[in-house]
């Protein structure tokens, strides 16, 4: 489930509370691909923090209180991310990344292996809409689902030899699961 924290993180616990309950998860919108959501995004609180980098470190918060695993609380970083947002990926160490963009916006899964850095293991991209314009054709659909498939395990292996050739940030470990 993707969830907004326009009210505040903190308005998100029973949603959250319930994910960590049921081994769900809930992806938290953090750094959407959408260029308009960048003013909200990118706004500056009074400690300096962007309100994504304050959205990432209650996520990580969150889950670190649940114990040394990754936890049922993810963050959305849209795939289309820069330099400035790839921070965001630093300050998320036990989340799933959920990157909607691929394809109908315009990002690559070389470009989530090539910005995704060492959180490639934890990165769910998101191909739906270039999937769905395949359809109703089942036929048609599976071929386009199995060609990103491809296409994504092809981009996780070479980010998963770069990694260890580079000593190891975001080895193949999480690449298998």
Known sequence: MTVTA?????????VLD??????AAAFVIVRSSNPQGRS??????ADGRTVAD?????????NVALGPEIGPV????GATVDGI???ILSRLP????LAPGVGAQGASLDDI??????????????????????????????????????QAWRAAELSAIVSDAEGGLGSSAGLDG
Request: charged share 25%; no cysteine; aromatic share 8%.
């Open 40 to 45: 909200v995004q990118d706004a500056r609180l």
């Open 113 to 150: 292996r090539n910005n995704f850095g060492p959180a490639i293991g934890r990165t769910l991209p998101s191909v739906s809409r270039s999937i769905l314009r395949h359809g109703p054709s089942p036929t048609a659909l599976r071929e386009a689902i199995d060609r990103y498939r491809d």
């Open 85 to 87: 947002a790839a921070n």
């Open 54 to 62: 304050a959205l990432a470190d209650e996520i990580t918060a969150f």
């Open 94 to 97: 036990r989340s799933l990344i």
């Open 18 to 23: 319930r994910a960590a309950k049921y081994n």
């Open 74 to 77: 993810g963050a959305l970083v």
């Open 6 to 14: 326009y009210l505040g993180f903190d308005a998100l616990r029973p």
